[in-house]
């Protein structure tokens, strides 16, 4: 059964710093790439980020395109999501996703201003 399961979302200020992590069980990781997505309230669920499986390529959407850093170790079977510089437009529900099917529950990431 694949699982994803995202952890280290939290209340922070802006300007600080979390890192967010993605843990998955239930299939071959190292040959998925992995996505991070988010939904603000009252929102559409939003691309944030996106790592290939095999050379490494990242893709970051514009909004946090130098103060996001997405990373993954696959001894582990984790991808994390390093957030910098956060802003209140950065708060909401992150997820991360796996062949655009599976989803896990999320994690809320609250950003005071």
């Known amino acids: 059964e694949v699982q994803l399961v995202e952890s280290g979302g939290g209340l922070v200020q802006a300007g600080g710093s979390l890192r967010l992590s993605c843990a998955a069980s239930?299939?071959?990781?190292?040959?998925?790439?992995i996505g991070w997505f988010r939904q603000a309230p009252g929102k559409e669920r939003e691309g944030v980020s996106c790592?290939?499986?095999?050379?490494?390529?990242?893709y970051y959407a514009d909004s946090v395109q130098g103060r996001f850093t997405i990373f993954r170790d696959n001894a582990w079977n984790t991808v994390y999501l390093q957030m910098n510089v956060l802003k209140p437009e950065d708060t909401a529900v992150y997820y991360c996703n796996m062949n655009s099917i599976y989803w896990g529950k999320g994690t809320l990431v609250t950003v005071s201003s």
């Open positions: 790592i290939s499986s095999s050379d490494g390529k990242t």
């Open positions: 239930g299939f071959t990781f190292e040959s998925e790439a």
